[in-house]
Every structure is written in C-alpha cells, then in structure tokens.
C-alpha cells in the first residue's frame, strides 16, 4: 500500500473547524483514501473515504487535491468528543486485497 | 443493527495457555477482518474472511493463530501457546462490499502474564 504522512498531533478549540492533512504523494489512481478515527479504548472509526472528488458526509468533509497527492479531513465544528486519532489510508482494493494498512494517524487534542 | 460485537472485552491468561476469541459482525456483512494493536500503535492486519473462505493472512499471523468463520457469520481466532509478546488488542471488523469502510468492534485485550 502507498504510504501516506501525517502530523503527528494538532490542536483545535472546540466549536472552531478542525483542517486535518495527509500527504500521499506516491498514490496511485486505483487507491482510495479513507479516514477513520480512534477514541481511547475503542476501536476505529469510520469516517469517510473517497476517490477524486471532495466528499460530505454527517461526520466530516473530505477535499482532496486535483493531484491526488494529498488531501484534508475537515471537520466542521469540533467537539471534545472529536478528540481521537485519526488515521488516513490510501487503500488498493485491486492489489492489496481488502486490507487497511494504519500507519501513526494525528492525535487531535479539543481544548474546551 | 447491533454493531460488531467482540467477547471478551478482556482477557488474561498465563503464558503457555490457549486462548479464543469471538467476533459477531453486522449480519448483513460477508466480509470479516482481524487486526491486532499494541500500546502506541495503529492497528495491523491479521486476516480476511470473504463468507466462510479465509482469503488473506498477514505474516504476522504465525503457525499458533488461527482463524475461522465456518458459515460465514462469526468468526473465532485462537492462539496456542500464548507468549507475552502476544499481548495486544484484537480488533475485528466486517464490510460489505469492496470498497465500503469497515466496523470495527470494541476489541478483546489480551493480557499474557
């Protein structure tokens, strides 16, 4: 699987838009990106995922760039239940299978 | 829909000792996955399941895991010969189709002592 960079912690206020980045430079045109979260003891959390176009869902928004070389989870109005770490995932479903490859993810802080 | 369910929440064994674990994924979901996480870490892929067929394992799945889901509804891990490096969360997930994200369940922490 491509790999994929993440900072390793960021810090938002809570109820201010939170701008998630991943840089995967080496991405290939059949990997999607994913995003999924992890609260302390439990386990991941589906986010969102999307291909080439920018994505909305209930949870999050997901830009990605016309390159594909890097994208943005975006979290509209952070709460302090949003303080998680998140995980971006380039996933091949053609050669890798249905396997999700986790690398580090950002730890996000909520500051109240 | 009650979520991917996991049991036990906790185990602790002694080394050298046997252990199983279960996973009940959505119902509706044919594909069934097994991870592991250690302290710090993001978690790693243990093996797929596409209804009762085991489609891929990880390397790190030794000769001591094993892994079935024999009607294709839930699925067991079992590890021989528990060692302490052995001590981890076992998080297992479903999907649905290929490309959809997974749900994963709350997962089973394994104390090795």
């Known amino acids: 699987d491509a790999k994929t960079t993440q900072p390793n912690s960021m810090e938002s206020n809570e109820e201010e838009p939170v701008h998630l980045p991943c840089n995967h430079s080496t991405i290939s045109g059949t990997d999607y990106i994913h995003w999924y979260r992890q609260l302390p003891s439990q386990g991941p959390e589906y986010v969102i995922h999307?291909?080439?176009s920018n994505v909305n869902n209930r949870m999050a928004s997901l830009a990605i760039a016309e390159d594909r070389k890097s994208s943005t989870l975006i979290l509209h109005r952070a709460t302090l239940r949003d303080a998680a770490v998140y995980y971006c995932?380039?996933?091949?479903?053609?050669?890798?299978?249905?396997?999700?490859?986790f690398g580090e993810g950002t730890q996000l802080t909520v500051n109240p | 829909d009650t979520g991917v369910s996991q049991d036990p929440r906790h185990k602790i064994t002694k080394r050298g000792q046997n252990v199983t674990f279960r996973c009940d994924p959505i119902?509706?979901?044919?594909?069934l996955y097994w991870y592991r996480q250690t302290l710090g870490q993001g978690p790693e892929f243990l093996t797929y399941?596409?209804?009762?067929?085991?489609?891929?394992k990880s390397r790190l799945l030794s000769d001591r895991f094993s892994a079935e889901r024999p009607k294709g509804s839930f699925s067991t891990l079992e590890i021989q010969r528990t060692e302490q490096g052995d001590s981890a969360m076992y998080l297992c997930?479903?999907?649905?189709?290929?490309?959809?994200?997974?749900?994963f369940g709350s997962g089973t922490r394994l104390t090795v002592v």
């Open positions: 119902s509706e979901h044919n594909r």
């Open positions: 997930a479903s999907s649905l189709a290929r490309v959809d994200g997974y749900t």
């Open positions: 399941f596409q209804n009762e067929a085991q489609l891929e």
């Open positions: 995932i380039l996933r091949d479903v053609q050669t890798s299978g249905s396997r999700l490859t």
């Open positions: 999307g291909l080439t």
